[in-house]
């Protein structure tokens, strides 16, 4: 019979450590690598509405494109944080790949991921500068950003699929429009979100992205491992638009809390947990129902029902 101790240290191994200062040099390199392949999927994949047709999603290896259309036949980009590789297969047979090694700059990433794809006769231009991120490097000229931890990567994977595991999980709960559980490479952060099925007042002054984003009425969860302004990689929930008297509604557990008009529970509080999966849904279902209940979304049409 397992001990109390035992237990929870089994659950704290299941959501493993992601210390925001020992990633930080991985994830920016890595955030970089993402965008680079982000980009290729926006360029070729057919347009989905709200953004779905530029977004990478967890697999059973590390990260992936899925299958991008292209001509009569399609390919896909995998990053298989495993072996620890980038690998391009194509739906002809063909295989392309290249390491993933400390030392690996975007410059050398970007240059070996075109030079294959163009031996597999996949034409394709993206712009090759990062969008919004902590760097304006042109890719192709970046070589300060080389830092690839396999270590820190594998921990990084194991959380994701646990992670992404229990989004799957709560987004099953919901029988109205809901996006994929998807990584969004332009932020890093991996996402869900429901929609009431409501257009939303027009944003004033927003960019295109936003204004298809937040075209109708949304409550997103996701996962980001952290930035500068929160060193610690955390969950959050956010409503938008958000109605009255959404920051004053309780959340569950109770080391969640309001940041910024963002309900916000740390990752590190999850993975201390007993249970993580039981704890990290209740959060995600506190913070539905605060932002459903505040702007009046019918919650019991949407709600799953018992076959």
């Not at 292209?70 to 297969?89: A, M, P």
């Not at 302004?229 to 080391?255: D, I, K, M, W």
Request: net charge neutral; charged share 25%.
């Amino acid at each position: 019979m397992k001990t109390a101790s035992q237990t929870e240290l089994n659950a704290q191994m299941a959501f493993p450590p992601l210390p925001y200062l020992e990633g930080k040099k991985a994830n920016d390199t890595l955030h970089l690598y993402l965008q680079i392949v982000g980009k290729i999927r926006l360029a070729l994949f057919p347009k989905v509405n709200h953004w779905w047709h530029v977004t990478l999603y967890v697999s059973s290896r590390g990260l992936t494109t899925r299958p991008i259309p292209y001509g009569d036949s399609n390919f896909e980009i995998e990053f298989d944080f495993i072996d620890h590789t980038l690998v391009i297969t194509t739906s002809e047979g063909k295989r392309k790949d290249f390491s993933l090694v400390d030392g690996l700059s975007v410059s050398k990433f970007y240059k070996n991921l075109f030079t294959h794809l163009t031996e597999l006769g996949i034409d394709v231009k993206i712009k090759a500068v990062p969008y919004k991120t902590i760097s304006t490097t042109p890719f192709a000229e970046d070589e300060e950003h080389a830092t690839y931890d396999k270590e820190y990567i594998g921990r990084f994977f194991n959380a994701f699929v646990r992670i992404n595991n229990v989004f799957e999980e709560f987004r099953g709960r919901f029988i109205g429009k809901s996006t994929p559980v998807q990584l969004f490479w332009h932020s890093f952060d991996l996402a869900h979100t429901r929609f009431s099925g409501k257009e939303a007042p027009k944003r004033e002054g927003a960019n295109r992205s936003d204004r298809e984003a937040y075209s109708h009425e949304v409550i997103s969860v996701g996962f980001w491992c952290g930035d500068q302004n929160v060193q610690a990689p955390a969950f959050y929930s956010y409503t938008a638009p958000a109605p009255s008297g959404l920051t004053e509604t309780p959340l569950r557990p109770e080391s969640a809390s309001w940041k910024n008009g963002m309900a916000v529970l740390m990752y590190d509080d999850v993975r201390v947990a007993t249970s993580p999966r039981a704890v990290l849904l209740d959060f995600l279902e506190s913070a539905y129902l605060a932002g459903a209940t505040k702007a009046g979304w019918d919650i019991e049409a949407f709600k799953l029902k018992p076959v």
